[in-house]
């Protein structure tokens, strides 16, 4: 059974750092594709980026681009996020996501059926 773990979540400074990582405890997660998605309150789950290892590709959201970096490790089934520059508008819970193989809406929570329980990000002075 694939269980994603995410760790690393805290408290940071506007203009401070994070990462995050998730694992599947279970080991048993096989695709190729692992994510991020962020959900602040009262707001609908925001992609963050995806890495998929099969086509080399990693995408992002607008809102997080030359801040944030997603890189993972595809034999151990890893994925980090590596969140600089950090505003307060980044402040969510933060949930790892997993899909067997790549999808065209990547960017949709909709299709991903694998999520982590999420690790809550705080931004603030």
């Known amino acids: 059974q694939v269980q994603l773990v995410e760790s690393g979540g805290g408290l940071a400074q506007p203009g401070g750092s994070l990462t995050l990582s998730c694992e599947d405890s279970?080991?048993?997660?096989?695709?190729?594709?692992m994510g991020w998605f962020r959900q602040a309150p009262g707001q609908e789950r925001e992609f963050v980026g995806v890495?998929?290892?099969?086509?080399?590709?990693?995408r992002y959201a607008d809102s997080v681009k030359g801040r944030f970096t997603i890189s993972g490790d595809n034999a151990k089934k890893t994925v980090s996020l590596e969140m600089n520059s950090l505003k307060p508008d980044d402040t969510a819970v933060y949930y790892c996501?997993?899909?067997?193989?790549?999808?065209?809406?990547?960017?949709?929570?909709?299709?991903?059926?694998?999520w982590g329980q999420g690790t809550q990000v705080t931004v603030s002075a």
């Open positions: 890495i998929n290892w099969s086509r080399r590709t990693t």
């Open positions: 996501v997993a899909r067997t193989n790549w999808h065209v809406n990547y960017w949709n929570y909709r299709f991903y059926n694998l």
């Open positions: 279970g080991r048993t997660f096989s695709g190729d594709t």
